[in-house]
């Protein structure tokens, strides 16, 4: 871990001053965390298609829909928490539709045109008030239309595109609803015809996005100049998609790239600031005619059809929540001088998103422990590490992971150490029975990793973590060999030996411990105290496995495999770390 002295701070703070003062270095504007892993959550009740869902107060609306191509559209009105991750029932829509369009105003819910049987589209509007859930009607809009999507900037709904039933064409139409006067105003056509597209809005913007008949292209609308842009294609042309903002960016999401063809899980992330589109992990279930939208930073989508023809009802609830590492405070995938700069603007303050040592929950000040902990992520891009157990917390039976989704359970009852760690607290082992289990975090034989920790004390034999076997066979990735303590890997499939270090690791001592496994060159390298100790002088093939880590025993829990001692600060990396950058960590 990377210390800095006082002089050394004040001349950074400085020199880095003196750079913003001329405008040299801009910074980015602050957001809150978002997410790059899918997770599965409560089904809604109504499995449906063609709804539409909107955000008041953290909770989601799903509203309307259609269950069956042939059958009677949908009223239902079905609130989501994703806190508690329960669905509830509210008052049903007066006018039952499908592909219709929601957005809010005001705290109040604008359910906006669609279908209300087969092929019949209609002009209702009907606003819904969740503080008393009932609803009201409110003035048509001037064009009868389904498959729109609707976007609002500055309180006023942009109702735009659709699709003409039964004619079946699609409306380059734009109008524009004002709650406040109940009121429609049409203007300026978009250049491009759409229907089954999606709209999202950042900075003032609309962001007209696939559907039509030219399903990848993007083209924006400032309602401030009434002027319409053409931007980057996306990659997969989609219609039936539904698109989200988190943290500046728009996620295209499932879809079809045209009528009858294959349904589509992926996700596409548009960067309006560079005009690029960026390939994101597929959503779980593949469908189209869902609906999305953001609570907290996380993507939930809702529903859908898995196929085009029959539509075929679904009642999935995925999340997507973006990983990323703590003092990328900008959240743009990496911790470089904007963060650095992000963090220097809220010196000495209690900025909750710039406070984030000790880990997890940072202590009311942004202070050289922050610059620290910054400071040991330098350069990296929140792909390069899947993991980071801080081990600062003063109680509970949870070691969070600061940077992935595999927060720890302890077993055992080691005891928090808040003040005794090599950077802020450590956990303490007691050699008997104490542990940490996580979920799965990394298959050894699938790509090359790198994993770290820092321990004091322990006894040769005993292990610092282990993988447990899942479908393959775990491994003692790092332990104290038992005759001497010295640190030892056996990370290998069978007939290969183990890596052994002359480094004895229990003598007492804070210790800073690595393995490196490089799978193109199929070498094992061990680390201590930030120096490279040994290496394979020939390769050894790793070993699959999809099971959980254990911190502090062996993969069998056998009594002698059980650390005494503290282990500190684990991390681990999705590729080769350098001997620079080991040494760095070690500091
Ligand atoms: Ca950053
Ligand atoms: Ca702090
Ligand atoms: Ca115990
Ligand atoms: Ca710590």
Known sequence: MKRLNCTKISNFVWILTILMLCGVLNTAPMALA???????RAD??????????????????????????????????????????????????????????????DGKIYAIGGDTSANQDTSTVEEYDPATDTWTRKADMPTERCLLSTSVVNGKIYAIGGWKDPENFPFA?????????DTWTRIADMPQARGAHSTSVIDGKIYVIGGGTSRSTVEVYDPATESWTAKADMPTAKEYLSTCVV??????????????????????????????????????????????SVVNGKIYAIGGSVQYWPWTPCSAVEEYELRFIPADFDRDGAVDIKDLLILIE??????LLV????????????????????????????????????????EGIVAQDSIGLNNGTLHGEPVWQPTDGKFAGALEFDGIDDYIETDFVLDPGAGSFSVFAWVKGGSPGQVIISQTDGTGQGTRW????????????????????????????????????????????????????????????????????NGGLYIGADKTLDAASFFSGLIDDVRIYNRVLSTEEVAELAR
């Open 247 to 292: 943290n500046g960016k728009i996620y295209a999401i499932g879809g079809i790239p045209h009528s009858g063809s294959l349904v589509l899980s992926t996700v596409e992330q548009y960067n309006p600031a560079t005009d690029t589109w960026t390939a994101k992990p597929d959503m779980p279930t593949a469908r189209l005619m869902f609906s999305a």
């Open 173 to 181: 139409v734009v109008e524009v609803y004002d709650p406040s006067t």
């Open 34 to 40: 978002a997410g790059d892993i899918w997770t599965t």
């Open 478 to 545: 790092l332990w104290a060999d038992s005759s001497y303590g010295r640190l030892i890997t056996r990370l290998m499939h069978p007939p290969f030996d183990p890596l052994l270090s002359e480094s004895v690791i229990t003598d007492g001592q804070w210790h800073h411990i690595g393995l490196v496994y490089d799978i193109i060159g199929l070498y094992r390298y061990l680390y201590v105290d930030g120096a490279q100790v040994v290496k394979d002088t020939n390769f050894v093939a790793g070993v699959d496995s």
């Open 346 to 351: 809220n010196w000495g303050r209690n900025e």
């Open 44 to 105: 809604m009740p109504t499995p449906r298609f063609g709804l539409s869902v909107s955000v008041v107060d953290g909770k989601i609306y799903a509203i309307g829909g259609g269950r069956d191509p042939f059958a009677a559209l949908l009223s239902q009105v079905e609130a989501y928490d994703p806190v508690t991750n329960t669905w509830t029932k509210k008052a049903d829509m007066p006018t039952r539709r499908c592909f219709l369009s929601t957005s809010v105003v």
């Open 355 to 394: 406070d984030i040592a000790p880990l997890p929950f940072g202590d009311g000040i942004v202070d050289v422990l922050d610059l620290e902990l910054l400071m040991s992520y330098w350069g990296l891009k929140v792909e390069d590490i899947l993991g980071h157990w801080a081990l600062d917390e003063t």
